[in-house]
């Protein structure tokens, strides 16, 4: 696996060691040891999630404030671009973001510690989205930065109004939002 810094310190893209012949392909997408290597720590993930989005959809900005995920991120079919936004005060990238593509063809996964916000938005037909979380899922505890505060200044992709839920259009400015210390 090959791991990559980016502009958000602790946020890492990683890339798996692909093996392919006329068969296939067959990569780890998860392994504990190369994983705590990378990251320069032991993680534990409790819970494996799965989404499923139309073409336009856009997910985020999410987080949780008092039972913070970090969240192992990546595509099974289709493309997001894939956004990080530092919400750690005491960070010196505080209200900066970091964005990749995700794909299936690429392969890549996201690391995405707690302390950040997270969204997507899927650029395909439709887009499998996986990801293993670092605490269980707490309802009560999240929370929505505006997906388009222009004091972050994400340039997601255009194309016109994306597709949005209630909760995400509902999501606050990052001057407004509960942040981390």
């Avoid at 946020?11 to 392919?20: A, D, F, I, R």
């Avoid at 899922?137 to 340039?155: H, K, T």
């Amino acid at each position: 696996m090959k791991a990559t810094a980016t502009a958000l310190a602790d946020v890492l893209l990683l890339e798996p060691t692909v093996h392919q012949d006329a068969r296939g392909f067959f990569f780890e997408s998860f392994n504990q040891k190369q994983f705590a290597e990378a990251v320069g720590r032991d993680v534990r993930f409790v819970q494996d999630n799965h989404s499923h989005s139309v073409r336009h959809v856009l997910r985020g900005l999410h987080y949780q404030l008092r039972q913070p995920q970090g969240k192992l991120v990546r595509v099974a079919t289709g493309e997001v671009f894939d956004v990080a936004v530092d919400l750690r005060r005491s960070s010196p990238t505080f209200g900066k973001f970091t964005s990749a593509i995700l794909s299936a063809a690429n392969r890549r996964q996201l690391w995405i510690p707690a302390g950040f916000a997270h969204g997507f938005f899927v650029r395909s037909e439709t887009a499998d989205f996986l990801y293993k979380t670092t605490d269980y899922y707490a309802p009560q505890d999240e929370r929505c930065v505006l997906w388009n505060d222009p004091a972050i200044g994400i340039d997601w992709p255009k194309v016109g109004a994306p597709i949005l839920s209630a909760k995400d259009r509902r999501g606050l400015p990052l001057s407004q939002a509960e942040v981390f210390a």
